[in-house]
């Protein structure tokens, strides 16, 4: 039994002794390839960390520098965006602009001094739709600076605003005012309104040297009016002449109805109810009503115009009964050019230069530098 057992057991040393040389092999040829590791990378361990953090450096710079980039130029984006609401469109450059213009507030009584682009581009966002095609707005913004220029050169040396901003001058109104008018499209609107104006920038309408006296209206019967027959005054560059676009014009018919007393009350004449009462009408060439005799008294076609608040003094009158109704076509004095004539030769394709000269008879379009330098001059 004694030696039945040692020979057992020397078998089972035997065993345990090849596991254990077994392990020692496996652990030396591990050892091995750490060897031949790190021979191959001549650093061992801190090179692998060396490059693995050159590595990450790689991956990850990149990433930091575009980051901030791209989210600057959301923050521009954004002030871009938000700048509606907070400053006027910068594409007027009025810079060390030497012309300023001197404006009578109607609601504040004071006089604000505006620059002269300035000026006008708020004075064209009043005059003229700024849906209207970009040519017939150029030809807006020549006529509203020349007619400032004119009225500044004639001025003189006279204390005083140069202009209101009524009707009475050119209605102008600042850019709060504008603001509030055209709400979420303001930039949109007065930018057109700037582009058609910078475009035109220190160029007014001349003849014989001197800046014109450029009226202009709303909507023509089909012609334009001489000067004339509705001012005391003849321009040579205001004649009649045809305007056949004014008949899209939504101004273009208008019906109003007075009563005998009110027409009576507003004219100055005595106006019998329940009787027929006896009309006149004489005629200018453009067909505008030149002299109306009622009640024993004539008038001019501007006069019942002006007094009666039509829109036209193309009108005919109707008598029913103890009123009279009052037809007209156009809106506006007629003199000059047609605002909706002007964007209608601007849709058929016709440049700024061709409305102006189409309106006003043999002008030219001159710099302000050359037609009125003291003007420019002014400090």
């Known amino acids: 039994m004694k030696k039945s057992w040692n020979t057992k057991h020397n078998k089972n040393w035997k065993i345990k002794q090849k ?3 077994k392990k020692n092999l496996q652990q030396n040829k591990q050892k091995t390839i750490m060897k031949t590791q790190n021979q191959r990378h001549p650093f061992g361990k801190p090179f692998l960390f060396i490059f693995t953090c050159l590595l990450l450096m790689m991956l990850v710079l990149p990433t930091l520098i575009v980051v901030p980039s791209a989210s600057k130029k959301e923050v521009v984006d954004s002030v ?3 700048q509606p609401e907070n400053k006027e469109p910068t594409s007027m450059n009025d810079e060390g602009e030497a012309v300023t213009v001197s404006v009578m507030r109607n609601q504040t009584d004071k006089i604000e001094d505006i620059p002269l682009e300035t000026y006008v581009s708020r004075v064209v966002a009043n005059e003229m739709p700024a849906e209207f095609e970009l040519e017939a707005l150029k030809a807006q913004s020549l006529a509203a600076r020349t007619y400032i220029v004119n009225q500044m050169l004639h001025q003189g040396k006279t204390k005083g605003p140069d202009v209101t901003d009524t009707t009475a001058d050119q209605v102008y109104s600042d850019d709060t005012e504008l603001r509030e008018r055209w709400g979420k499209n303001y930039r949109s609107k007065m930018e057109k309104v700037q582009e058609a104006v910078q475009a035109t920038k220190g160029k007014i309408l001349t003849y014989n040297q001197a800046p014109i006296f450029p009226a202009y209206f709303s909507t023509s019967n089909g012609y334009t009016e001489n000067s004339e027959d509705y001012w005391d005054n003849e321009h040579p560059y205001l ?14 018919l208008d019906q109003q109805t007075l009563s005998l007393q009110e027409v009576g009350k507003q004219l100055g004449v005595s106006l019998a109810s329940s009787t027929q009462i006896p009309l006149e009408i004489t005629r200018t060439n453009s067909n ?4 109306l005799t009622i009640g024993g008294e004539t008038f001019s076609g501007r006069k019942v115009r002006e007094q009666l608040n039509l829109r036209s003094n193309d009108f005919t009158v109707t008598q029913k009964g103890d009123y009279l109704i009052f037809k007209t076509k156009g809106f506006g004095h007629g003199v000059g050019m ?14 700024y230069e061709d409305i102006v000269k189409h309106y006003y008879q043999d002008v030219d379009i001159s710099s302000l530098e050359e037609t009125a330098p003291t003007l420019v001059t002014k400090k």
């Not at 605002?339 to 209608?344: D, E, H, K, L, S």
Request: proline fraction near 5%; aromatic fraction near 8%.
């Open 80 to 82: 871009e965006k938000a």
């Open 239 to 252: 004649r009649s002449v045809k305007s056949p676009w004014d008949k899209e014009s939504p101004k273009f």
């Open 19 to 21: 596991i254990l040389q």
């Open 288 to 291: 505008r009503v030149k002299a």
């Open 338 to 351: 047609s605002q909706y004539g002007a964007n209608g030769m601007a849709k058929e394709g016709k440049t």
